[in-house]
């Protein structure tokens, strides 16, 4: 169980609760990632891979949650474009390999 951040007795406590939760949040990045990657055998061509519009509002949406949990919508929304344009990139490649394209 991880403690609350007002009962962390020392800063190895804190450092170690961070850790943890970094660590949960890589491994949800990583189920993100699957799911992406499932998602290029829906696509019919890489214009729908980028889905520019769907990346459009889901940047705004990230910015909404970001207002929400008291964070900085900017640096939120920097966040999710490099990962999603990672994921993009990463998505590209797997339609092409399932489409039989180099």
Excluded: H
Excluded at 33 to 51: D, G, M, Q
């Amino acid at each position: 169980m991880i403690s609350s951040p007002e009962s962390c007795k020392n800063i190895d406590e804190i450092r170690s609760v961070i850790d943890a939760i970094d660590l949960q949040v890589i491994q949800l990045i990583g189920k993100r990632f699957k799911y992406v990657k499932a998602a290029s055998k829906f696509k019919l061509n890489e214009e729908a891979v980028k889905a520019p519009e769907r990346f459009k509002n889901m940047l705004l949406k990230r910015r909404d949650w970001a207002r929400i949990e008291g964070l900085n919508p900017d640096v939120i929304e920097k966040v999710y474009r490099d990962l999603v344009n990672y994921f993009i990139s990463e998505e590209i490649k797997n339609w092409n390999t399932e489409n039989g394209n180099k």
